[in-house]
């Protein structure tokens, strides 16, 4: 029998193909639909959180959080878009009394429903994300617990956002805000230790994405 971990992993994977194989089918037959294609990169300013899972789980008094910079880069459509946030660097906020750095990686996929109804550009669009997320956590205090301690963690994420788009010929400049929950899939520790966070991370960024566009000619259908 499947453990549940398996199950999770399993589940996490079959949403990231699915995407991807959106992806892939859109780009392939962008010359017979109205599609933009695009790529760029993208740096974003964001506040995580952690919000315990559960009223009983032994982490419910601890809600840290951390601030930081992330950089990546994007490839899709106007569609969909999937993006690599590979660098990220977040601190410990100070109203917590635990010292951390956070360093994360991304691979997420924006769609964006709304461009099913869409007969012109679009200025402002809200779209829908999923993927995955790898967060690594360094404690660095000498008066706690975790001193010295690295916690790595591989999450599933589920969100939403919205974007301001700016298009000058080929070229356009995208404002965008980001709200998202990465619900923990494994933890890698040693076997006698207890992470010192819940299962679910909330994150809240505002962003900069960059872009530049492939366009191509309107034929009717999907």
């Known amino acids: 029998m499947k453990s549940r971990y398996e199950i999770k992993v399993f589940n996490a994977s079959l949403i990231l193909i699915l995407y991807l194989l959106i992806g892939m089918y859109s780009c392939a037959n962008a010359q017979a639909i109205q599609r933009i ?10 506040f995580h959180n952690f919000k315990p899972r559960m009223a009983g ?8 959080g951390a601030r930081g910079i992330t950089l990546g880069g994007f490839v899709g459509n106007n ?7 590979g660098v990220g660097y977040y601190e410990a906020n100070r109203v917590f009394n635990e010292t951390y750095y956070q360093y994360e990686a991304e691979l997420l996929s924006n769609f964006s429903p709304l461009e099913f109804f869409r007969v ?33 963690r591989i999450s599933r994420v589920a969100g939403i956002g919205i974007e ?27 076997k ?20 530049y566009s492939r366009h191509v000619k309107v034929k009717p259908g999907f």
């Open 37 to 46: 294609c695009q790529k760029g990169y993208e740096v974003s300013y964001g």
């Open 57 to 64: 789980e032994h982490t419910t008094k601890l809600s840290p």
């Open 79 to 85: 569609l969909l878009k999937m993006r690599l946030r």
């Open 120 to 152: 012109s550009k679009n200025v402002v669009d809200i779209y829908l994300i999923t993927g995955l997320n790898y967060t690594q956590i360094n404690f660095d205090n000498h008066y706690s617990v975790y001193d010295k301690k690295r916690f790595d």
């Open 164 to 190: 301001y788009i700016v298009r000058k010929g080929n070229k356009s400049i995208c404002v965008f805000s980001d709200a998202i929950l990465a619900n923990r899939l494994k933890d890698a520790r040693a």
């Open 192 to 211: 006698d230790e207890v992470t010192p966070f819940p299962a679910v991370q909330s994150a809240l960024n505002f962003g900069l994405r960059i872009g």
